[in-house]
């Protein structure tokens, strides 16, 4: 079973800067790709950023230039560095991980999501 944990939401004035981490712990040979979801009330959960074990990214457009993905596989790690934060950027955030697990079964994982709020 592999688990994941979030931490580093909280609320940030229009403009300002979060660093989310997201890290994977359990029973695991190795994880694929690490990303980053988000769901706003009243919306469907939609894919923020998202990289490979090599290191290829993929961004929703609404994040393009201001959030950055990166990961620690040293560590099971993954971050977001959100920088020029909006109002439409508040959701909660959720860590999603998929890969093989200590007994060669893949797995497909999510945290329990953090909540980011931009507020002035």
């Known amino acids: 079973q592999v688990q994941l944990v979030e931490s580093g939401g909280g609320l940030v004035q229009p403009g300002g800067s979060l660093r989310l981490s997201c890290a994977a712990s359990?029973?695991?040979?190795?994880?694929?790709?690490m990303g980053w979801y988000r769901q706003a009330p009243g919306k469907q959960r939609e894919l923020v950023a998202a990289?490979?074990?090599?290191?290829?990214?993929n961004y929703a457009d609404s994040v393009k230039g201001r959030f950055t993905i990166s990961r620690d596989n040293a560590k099971n790690t993954v971050y977001l560095q959100m920088n020029s934060l909006k109002p439409e950027d508040t959701a909660v955030y959720y860590c999603?991980?998929?890969?093989?697990?200590?007994?060669?079964?893949?797995?497909?994982?999510w945290g329990q999501g953090t909540q980011v709020t931009v507020s002035s």
């Open positions: 999603n991980a998929d890969g093989v697990a200590g007994r060669m079964t893949a797995f497909g994982s």
């Open positions: 990289i490979t074990s090599g290191g290829s990214t």
């Open positions: 359990g029973s695991i040979f190795s994880i694929n790709a």
